[in-house]
C-alpha cells in the first residue's frame, strides 16, 4: 500500500506538466486527459521505484501516446479507457475553466493552428525540443529516428511556425524565389544558384534521403548529408539536377516535389529570408511524405 501511495505522489508531482506536454502536441483537452491517463496506466503495470528517472519516463510515454494518437487520428474511432481503467490517484489533478483558458492562452490558437500543418513526428519533435527544452538525443527514440534527423524534423517546424503568418506578398516573393532556383537548377546555372543562396545556407536531410543517394551515386546523383551548410556544395548538389522536379504547394508554402507513381516521391521544403534562402529541408521518407498536403502547381499558369 506504502508503494502505491509512492507511486500515486510521485504521479501526481508531474502530472500538470505531463498534461501540458500533451495538450500542446494534440490540441485537445480530452486527448490530452486519455494521453496522461494512459501513462498512469503503464505506470502501474511496472514496479515504478525501479524507474531511475521517473519524469523523464513519463515524458516519454506520454510524448509515445501522442505520437500514435496523432498519426491515428484521421481514421481512429474514439475508444473509452473505461473498459480496463485503474482509478487514478484520489486527489488527481482536476483543472478548472480558469486554468484550462491560462493554458489555452499559453499555447496561443495561431500556434495551434500551424502546428495541425506538421507532420506528427514534426509536431512532437518541436513541441518536445522547443517548447519542453528535451535533448534531441532523448525525442529520437521516441519518434523512432535518429538524432540528425530530429533535428531536422524540428527544424523544419520552427521554420512553419515562424512563417505560419507570412503575408501574400512574403509568400509571393518566396515563389519568385524557389521558382528560379528550380529554373536554374534545371538549367544548370551554377552561379545563379548561388544568387539565390544565403552564403550562410543550410541543408538537412531526412536518413531515407541521405541512403536513397548514396545507393544512386553511380547513376549522376549527388549524395546529400544529413546536414549540409557550404553553399557551393549545395549549389552544386542541385546545379543540373532538378528536371523531373516541379513546384508545388507543401502545408500550404511552396516548395518542390518529384511525381513518381502518381505519388510524391521526394519533397523541397524551403526557408526564405531577405531574398535568399537560408534553408532547405530534402524529405523522402514516406510516412513524412503521406503526412504533408503536397499539391502540385501548374507552372505555365500558376506563375
Not at 550562410?200 to 536518413?207: F, I, M, N
Request: charged share 25%; net charge negative.
Amino acid at each position: 500500500m506504502a508503494g502505491n501511495d509512492w507511486l500515486a505522489e510521485k504521479f501526481q508531482e508531474n502530472r500538470s506538466r505531463l498534461r501540458a506536454v500533451a495538450y500542446r502536441i494534440l490540441g485537445s483537452n480530452g486527448e490530452a486527459d486519455d494521453a496522461v491517463q494512459e501513462a498512469w496506466l503503464r505506470l502501474t503495470r511496472l514496479d515504478g521505484q525501479t524507474i531511475e528517472n521517473l519524469g523523464g519516463w513519463l515524458t516519454t510515454v506520454v510524448a509515445r501516446v501522442c505520437l500514435d494518437m496523432l498519426r491515428s487520428r484521421k481514421t481512429r474511432k474514439e475508444e473509452s479507457l473505461q473498459e480496463n481503467i485503474l482509478e487514478m490517484p484520489q486527489n488527481a489533478y482536476a483543472p478548472n475553466p480558469a486554468e484550462e483558458a491560462l493554458l489555452a492562452d499559453s499555447v496561443g490558437s495561431a500556434l495551434l493552428i500551424v502546428l495541425r500543418t506538421l507532420t506528427p513526428a514534426e509536431r512532437v519533435a518541436f513541441v518536445l525540443h522547443d517548447l519542453f527544452d528535451l535533448p534531441f538525443g532523448e525525442i529520437a527514440p521516441i519518434v523512432g529516428r535518429s538524432e540528425p534527423a530530429v533535428r531536422q524534423l524540428a527544424s523544419r517546424a520552427r521554420r512553419r511556425v515562424r512563417g505560419g503568418g507570412e503575408s501574400r506578398e512574403d509568400e509571393a516573393k518566396k515563389r519568385e524565389i524557389v521558382s528560379a532556383f528550380l529554373a536554374a537548377s534545371r538549367e544548370g546555372h551554377f552561379n545563379t544558384l548561388l544568387q539565390l543562396l544565403d552564403p550562410g545556407v543550410r541543408l538537412y536531410a531526412d536518413d531515407t534521403t541521405v541512403k536513397m543517394t548514396a545507393a544512386n551515386q553511380g547513376k549522376g546523383v549527388m549524395p546529400f548529408q544529413s546536414e549540409m551548410g557550404d553553399h557551393r556544395t549545395i549549389a552544386e548538389a542541385f546545379n543540373g539536377r532538378a528536371v523531373g522536379a516541379q513546384l508545388a504547394l507543401i502545408n500550404g508554402s511552396v516548395g518542390t516535389t518529384w511525381i513518381g507513381g502518381g505519388k510524391p516521391r521526394l519533397a523541397f521544403l524551403f526557408s526564405v529570408e531577405n531574398g535568399k534562402i537560408v534553408e532547405i529541408n530534402v524529405v523522402m521518407d514516406p510516412e513524412d511524405l503521406e503526412a504533408m498536403r503536397i499539391e502540385p502547381l501548374n507552372e505555365q499558369t500558376d506563375n
